[in-house]
């Protein structure tokens, strides 16, 4: 069946269950009058209980990422409780984060000592359910095909069961994005934000709403992915929609993870581990945090000018002002040399952040490391294409050509071939 993805938002302003169900049934005629019948066994006791501990971890109370330092960079230490004017202390950013890779990991970790191995369940197979499951994965398929053709590539090497989880977390990102970046993205409210969070708490639990959602009820009931990364990129778009300055990294970096390091997180139990790493799985999830992060710091890189017409600033306001420059500047799009120093300084942090990255993609499984590599090679090539675009990313777009795009692919299938040592 030819069907020609996209992802309007259905103009509905306020969202009920219905508007999401752009791309779905309707369109075509494939009706589901109730999806919730694809999948009625309950999923509770397959999910992380609340009150489990975050593992036998150890770690001193300062955590590490790659910061701005006074008289230039260098691995600082970020005290992981930070003391608010008032005195109080606030847990930082990155324990905040730092929590959750944690839950992550030890999920894993929990999943792998009692199946042996990352196996991957069976279909729930009720009478007239399979076809559909088959054509809810292909539709996130052709969606994934659509948006996100590199991505898309590279789960060609999968296996069957990976390459279809990993459309299906795909297409509910795109679709989670959309809604505060979408053409209806201007009437989009928190409580439409919250209805999206019951959803996606349904779908956990085994109801899923529509097509789409029933591709990802499935992938979760096979492979070990916990619900906490999924909320969090929610309360990334809430973020977006009550904010559009940061005061400095630490708040810069939790919005990152919200939107784009809960993506590495969703991502790792699906393409699993390289069963002969010796690297902890905690490492592993920290790689895949920071290739989120690099990723979404070199977007907002990117994409300084379209952003600050639609009045945005997604850079570190302390920084800015201590190389000398304003919102003003950057409204008037002005590339001086302040400009140009303050870039270096982002990029050098973004590439930072993508040479942590890199430590993880060696222990992934073999055909997980393509698709990996490929992005991270990509991604990377912006922040190079901004510096030859002499740091004006306020009307010139950074894009990468099609000719290095296809280069960089048999560069990331070389380097795919290298597993743990
Ligand atoms: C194989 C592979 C790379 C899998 C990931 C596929 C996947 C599930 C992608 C979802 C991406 C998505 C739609 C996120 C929603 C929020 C968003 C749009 C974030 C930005 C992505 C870039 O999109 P784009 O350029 O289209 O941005 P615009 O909307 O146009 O502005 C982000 C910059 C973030 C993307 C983040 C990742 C792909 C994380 C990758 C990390 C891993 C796959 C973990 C790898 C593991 C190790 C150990 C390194
Ligand atoms: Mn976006």
Known sequence: MSFAPSLVVSPN???????????????????????????SRNRAANLMSKKQKWGNHSHSTELKYPILCEGGYGSVIAASMVANPAGEMAVSAE?????????????????????????????????????????????????CAEYAKTFYLGTMLMTPERQKAIWAIYVWCRRTDE?????????????????????????????????????????????????????DMIEGMRMDLRKSRYKNFDELYLYCYYVAGTVGLMSVPIMGIAPDSQASTESVYNSALALGIANQLTNILRDV???????????????????????????????????????????????????EAEKGVLELNKASRWPVWASLLLYRQILDEIEANDY???????????????????MAYARSLLGPS
């Not at 069976?122 to 399979?130: A, C, M, N, Q, S």
């Not at 004006?392 to 048999?410: E, G, H, W």
Request: include cysteine.
């Open 305 to 355: 000018g379209e952003d600050a017409r639609r009045g945005r600033i997604y850079l570190p306001q302390d920084e800015l002002a201590q190389a000398g420059l304003s919102d003003e500047d950057i409204f008037a799009g002005r590339v001086t040399d302040k400009w140009r120093n303050f870039m270096k300084s982002q990029i050098k942090r973004a590439r930072m952040f993508f040479d």
């Open 95 to 143: 324990q905040k984060v730092y929590n959750v890779v944690m839950k992550q990991a030890a999920l894993v970790k929990r999943q792998l000592r009692t199946a042996g191995e990352l196996d991957v369940k069976p279909d729930i197979v009720l009478p007239g359910t399979l076809s559909l499951l088959n054509e809810a994965y292909d539709r996130c398929g052709e969606v």
């Open 13 to 39: 302003v306020e969202l009920s269950p219905s508007s999401f169900g752009f791309l779905d049934s309707v369109r075509d005629g494939s009706q589901i009058p109730d999806s919730s019948r694809f999948f």
């Open 392 to 410: 004006n990313n306020f009307t010139k777009r950074a894009y990468v050509s099609k000719a290095k795009k296809i280069l960089a692919l048999p």
């Open 179 to 231: 809604l505060v970046d979408g053409p209806n993205a201007s009437h989009i409210t928190p409580t439409a934000l919250d209805r999206w969070e019951a959803r996606l708490e349904e779908l956990f639990q085994g109801r899923p709403f529509d097509m789409l959602d029933a591709a990802l009820a499935d992938t979760v009931t096979k492979f070990p992915v916990d619900i906490q990364p999924f909320k």
